[in-house]
């Protein structure tokens, strides 16, 4: 027998809460009945009774407290955070009321499954290029002789610049993976940096900060495939373009016992705090975002989604617990905290990982 | 080897009586850290001690302590965290002495019989590791400000705390102590203690912290580590304190010491008391002094003596040349620290509690009806029209600590001695305090303001008296 049936059959039917009140109904309009009914034969009443009515009572409501109101309420306030889009609905006793409603969470859960909204995710994360059906190869053989002529016509910039496209385009583009490693993921990062350097040349300097004793673990880590290179791209365009003078941003990279932490600042221009706060709150229901995103995408309204974007693919892939958070001033700069778990496989990451650790 | 991390907030959302406190905060320190936070106004620093220690029901987010999940918004989490926090009120027993304090109330000790010299011995490494030499059997009701917070800190590593966080204490030791203090969280830290260091002063945390964390309206705006040199820090820090940084114009100072120097209101002759040696003070009209590096303790008698309570043994205190025989009344006014919370009666209304110390001066106060309506239009010019009926509770701590200054503004008191009234207060609240006791220096009040630290106060202040404690 599976762990989860055996689960199942020891719960019984007292995990809905429709049966635990009707439970709670007939054990008590039976006591009541019984209760009367002696009262009414015997004379005098006995002086026990009182006492008895008193602990069924309150044993009624110790179980009406701890086994419906609360759990009711659990249910409620998460049902609430899923109609604020801070969380994905869950089938559990909490907020079960009947089968019949189990039945449609799950129907939900599949319907907002990782499958589908990270497929939506990854078409928003910038696989242009199946979605255009342009042929990968013929883009790599095209870079390719382009940088051929460059090499020949003695243009090394052209053909470097050429280069680190092809190199970029064939991370992005041919790399099928959901997973990479944070080495992967880090050294992409410094081929469009590389790519931007051409167009911003000194104004633009990047330094990747990690502990030496902690790079190799640190570096085995996986995480989502474009979790890097998106914010990197909104540190470059929105925090350091519009900056008079040199741009410093700064990765940094940390690990804990159960977390990695990477963190990329600029000292651009940062945001005020209404923005910051938006931005946050966006960050935190950023399932429902999404799909108000592509509501206003089919009008043909378009915005920036990128952090949004990676925060979603973190949440479903690695649960609630973990994903982006921003810090920012306005004139001062901003800092984008990307928090994942610490794993090295692929196969340690759960499917369900929705808040239940 | 990966660090560990010894308290992680994601995304927390806590609404407590009030409204909204903390509001997508997040923050993470790591096991051995020091860790500055800069409250910009104040807000959300209550709601954040209470979220650290006991775990409160959450909106949304997370809690992690020592990378183990405390408390959500879909379990709450039903035990004390291991955290120590210390403020401007003593946790200590304070009939207890601190040997007592430190191990006999602590949990889990078991012995039924206590032995005083072993606890003294055991005791004594702790002090050492501290780098403080205070005696066991001193009782905790005698310990300087300096010598509590150092007791409450050796309790907290005793006990084991995961984080220890510390509210503000340089508003209540002097400049020499906090150096002392610092040096003792240093060590604690590098034994591996996790510490938040909750300071208006950012200048002050560069040097003592690892990360310093920017804190406004109930969330972290940013975080900056200890050697980072970003232009616009200081504008950002500067910038809730704009009107209040920049010193009161010289003009305006000498014009108001000239207007009002005439009259001595307030002087202390030769004035022994207690801890108190022969103290020497006048005040004019108008003018602020600052008594500086003073303890609680000194405090306590400072303020029987300038309110009439005792007769000091030796010397005299005067009030407009009249020597001081019995209770000032009315003349004087103490604004002990949060008043807010401490001065108003939370049931009345605002109009009631603005009348409340106006009997001496208008005799009819609460029969006349007339009396009050003027006052209440008069008032009205500075203050919204529709708050005189609603009562304290529901006004904002701004607001409350408002209705004090008004208060003592209507009442016209001599001199007015306002004891630490930067502590525990966001920078925006700084500045507000500031201006509050301006007013009242603009009406011919002589301001006493009573600090451990001088950082904010010396905006204000014409004269510094550096208190010392002299060995009768």
Redo the contacts between chains.
Sequence with gaps: MSGKRGKQVKNGCMRYLSNRMFMLLTVYMALTGAVSLSALVTDPVPGWLPVFMLTVLAAGIFYLVFRVIIPYR?GE??LH?YMEG?TIPRADSATAMTPETEELMKQMREMMSSKQVLSLSKRQAQYLALQNQINPHFLYNTLESIRSEALIGGLSDVADMTEALATFFRYTISKVENLVSVEEELRNCQTYFYIQKYRFGDRLELTVECDP??RD?IYACRLPKLTMQPILENSIIHGTEMKLGTGHIVISL??????I?IRISD?GT?MD?QT??KM??D??RSGKVLLEHEEADNKGEKGGIALINVNNRIRLLFGE?YGL?V???K???T?V?I?IP?VTSDRDIRNDKN?D? | MPVSETLRIEHAGFISTGGVKLDNFSMSMLKGEIMGLVPVDGYGIDALFELLQSNPPLNYGYVYMREKIVNSWDRRGNKMNRVSIIRGRSALAGKLTVADNVFVLRHGFRKYVIRPEQLAKQLQPFMDEAGVDIPADKYADELSEYERIAVEIIKAAVAGSWLIAIDEPEALVSAADLRRLNDMLGRYSAQGFTILYVSSHYEDLVSLCDRIAIMENGQVIKVFKAGDRLPGINGLITNGMRGYGPEMPERIRIARREAYSVRKVLAFENVSEGRIYRMNMELAAGQCVLINNIDRREIACLESLISGRIIPEGGAVSIDGVRLEGPAGRKIAVIPPEPENTLLYPDMSYMDNLCMTLDERIKDIWRNRSIRKSLRQEAGKTAAPDIFDVPVSQLSAEEKKELVYKRILLQRPQAVMVIQPFRASGITSRRHTADLIRQLLDKGTAVIIVSAGMNDAIMITDDIVQYAVSLQ
Aim: glycine share 14%.
């Design positions: 659990r306030n998460r955070l801070l004793v902690d673990g940390e690990r804990t016992d159960s977390r932490n000292d940062g705090t910051l706060q946050n709150d960050l935190a617990q958070h810090d920012s001033v004139g001062v700069g800092d905290e928090s610490a808040g650790k």
